[in-house]
């Protein structure tokens, strides 16, 4: 169809025309729309003779999306549906012809972000199933196989669904709340399910009739673990294809930077040392914790171009990320101890296990997400800044703990009420969606489009220092005396509110290192 002599200049391409590789015909398709500038004509790949064709349209703007999501349609009926619709709703005139006999459609390889995150959840999954047995090996070996299965998953899963929205569209923050609601029907669910198998009495007095020891519940809870990360991973595979058309490495300019990647490994090592000696060097934590600032110092101070100005921004959203962390994340230590040593584990005359409070702030998240994408969605350009959303995260954060300076007071009296807990929560999820959806839209939206998962590293890391930071700040919790627990609480209150104050005055410096300030300007002209 004339195609070879229109493209020949780009080298020969016969050799693609009998490959089985559908990714092969994908990878042909795209590099001929790249390098041809505003082609007239859209490229189509024809299943049944394994061939390329062309259709002439009078829109240019169109052909890039069409093919993609022609080419990786894996059911037969979805794909003329699409074809249909391209004719009538795409910009194409009643000229146009389609040679569209699809007949079968072949199956295609994985992304590599598609393929990383099946392999975290993987090792994930072993490592769940490792926790279900009773012994000290096993134990360790689940939690290695948890965390690194976390560090190749989360980062990779946020990448996947910030390459869904482009650099300035403006429901990316929406997108990525409705992302994080269905991180939350898990994490609501888990813990009434796993609470219930480690502490239900019920539970306990069925392993008694079975003949089996009651002390080991808790491993059925990692069992049920396992088993949800296993249907995960069964969706996950099932409908992999709908990110067929994201999650592709950037064209290679240059090879791959294997010593810089060298150099990330061992400071990653470097790091996970570094904080094993904290625990028993006391000066080694205000070094640690004091290095983002130099950074945001170097990069976006002595630094000037454009790259150092949006890692100096990353670098300020990554500590106002440890900071909230490090007290949000007190949810699995020093909340958990009030809840069970301080409070009436009772609502409306029903008992439930103390874990149970785990499931409050994913309840809160999955009632208000859809909310909040709405909100931002509806807002649009008029919406707040990143960095202004940052402060309204940690505006709530701090409120949530201020709230239990009198509620630890009143534990003089006796316990208390589940209410106090629930507003807590109530306040930290507020933050929480103001902070952390938004947070990852950002890392997606500000890293260099090669370093993007690195970043997404950077952003769960600051995640990491923040529950370390929480777990030696929980060391601190007294539930015997209430002074001194209202004391507790009082000084994270007030080292939050501090920080709002602080990235409060920096934030037109901030959007001007994120360029949001420049792209409001643009707009308004």
Request: glycine letters at 10%.
């Amino acid at each position: 169809d004339g195609v070879w002599d229109e493209t020949s200049r780009y080298g020969d391409l016969r050799g693609y025309k009998h490959d089985t590789n559908d990714g092969l015909y994908r990878r042909t398709l795209y590099t001929i729309w790249k390098r041809t500038a505003a082609p007239p004509t859209m490229l189509l790949f024809d299943a049944p003779s394994r061939e390329i064709c062309t259709v002439k349209r009078s829109r240019t703007n169109t052909p890039l999306q069409a093919l993609t999501l022609l080419n990786e349609i894996t059911y037969v009926e979805a794909a003329r549906k699409l074809a249909e619709r391209m004719l009538t709703d795409g910009g194409a005139t009643p000229e146009d012809r389609i040679r569209f006999a699809f007949r079968r459609v072949t199956s295609r390889a994985p992304t590599n972000e598609e393929l990383t995150v099946l392999v975290g959840g993987l090792i994930i999954t072993a490592g769940h199933f490792c926790l279900a047995f009773a012994s000290v090996p096993t134990f360790y070996a689940g939690l290695i196989l948890v965390a690194l299965g976390t560090g190749l998953l989360k980062p990779s899963i946020s990448t996947l669904v910030g390459g869904l929205y482009s650099h300035g569209d403006t429901r990316r923050d929406a997108g990525f709340s409705l992302f994080y609601m269905g991180i939350n029907l898990g994490a609501f669910a888990a813990p009434l399910v796993v609470g219930w198998l480690a502490q239900g009495e019920q539970f306990k007095a069925l392993l008694t009739g079975w003949g089996l020891d009651p002390t080991h519940s808790w491993h059925w809870g990692f069992g049920a673990a396992g088993i949800g990360m296993t249907i995960g991973m069964i969706v996950y595979l099932r409908h992999w294809h709908w990110l067929s058309h994201i999650g592709h490495p950037p064209e290679a300019s240059a090879p791959r930077p294997w010593d810089k990647l060298a150099l990330v490994a061992i400071g990653t090592a470097a790091m996970l040392g570094v904080m094993i000696a904290s625990d028993h060097v006391a000066w080694i934590n205000p070094i640690v914790f004091s290095l983002p600032f130099v950074g945001v110092i170097w990069f976006g101070v002595v630094q000037r171009d454009q790259d150092s100005r949006r890692i100096a921004a990353i670098l300020v959203f990554f500590i106002c990320a440890i900071l909230f962390w490090a007290v949000f994340e007190q949810a699995g230590s020093s909340l958990t101890l009030f809840a069970e040593e301080l409070t009436r584990n009772e609502l409306f005359g029903f008992a439930f296990p103390s874990s149970w409070f785990q499931s409050v702030n994913s309840l809160f998240i999955l009632a208000l997400a859809p909310l909040f994408a709405w909100l931002w969605v509806s807002l649009r350009e008029r919406q707040p800044s990143i960095p202004m959303k940052f402060v309204w995260g940690l505006v709530f954060l701090g409120l949530s703990f201020a709230m239990l300076v009198p509620a630890a007071q009143l534990t003089a009296t006796g316990k208390l009420s589940p209410w106090w807990l629930i507003g807590v929560y109530f306040l930290q999820t507020v933050g929480e969606l103001c902070l952390s959806p938004v947070g990852l839209s950002a890392m997606t939206k500000l890293a260099p489009v090669k370093l993007t998962g690195l970043v997404m590293g950077i952003w769960f890391l600051g995640t990491a220092l923040g529950n370390k930071l929480a777990g030696v700040i929980a060391g601190e919790f007294n539930a015997k005396d209430p002074q001194a627990l209202a004391h507790f609480f009082w000084q994270q209150a007030l080292l939050v509110g501090g920080m709002t104050v602080l990235l409060l005055v920096l934030v037109p410096w901030v959007r001007r290192l994120t360029g949001e300030q420049a792209t409001t300007n643009q707009s308004s002209a």
